[in-house]
């Protein structure tokens, strides 16, 4: 089984920064890539950043320049960094990891999500 926990998140003002942490653990095989998302009340799930297997990361338009994505291939964990926050950027955050497991089948993994907040 895997999964996959998320820490860091909570609350700050607008202009502050935050950073999120995602370790995955379990029957992992290897990790094709990794990501965040967000979703915030009444609005659908969004692709905040994500890292490739090959180091290739990719943003939203939103956050490119605030947010930088990191990855640890050897702890199998996925960072995000959070700067000059907005208060739009207020949302759940889940992490998201495209994993080959013991199985040797791939899929789509999702940490339990973690709550940021942003005043104005």
């Known amino acids: 089984q895997v999964r996959l926990v998320e820490s860091g998140g909570g609350s700050v003002q607008a202009g502050g920064s935050l950073r999120l942490s995602c370790a995955a653990s379990g029957s992992i095989v290897s990790i094709n890539n990794m990501g965040w998302y967000r979703q915030a009340p009444g609005k659908q799930r969004e692709l905040v950043a994500a890292?490739?297997?090959?180091?290739?990361?990719n943003y939203a338009d939103s956050v490119k320049g605030r947010f930088t994505i990191s990855r640890d291939n050897a702890k199998n964990t996925v960072h995000l960094e959070m700067n000059s926050l907005k208060p739009e950027d207020t949302a759940v955050y889940y992490c998201?990891?495209?994993?080959?497991?013991?199985?040797?089948?791939?899929?789509?993994?999702w940490g339990q999500g973690t709550q940021v907040t942003v005043s104005s």
């Open positions: 890292i490739y297997r090959g180091g290739r990361k």
């Open positions: 998201n990891g495209r994993i080959r497991g013991s199985d040797y089948y791939i899929d789509d993994y």
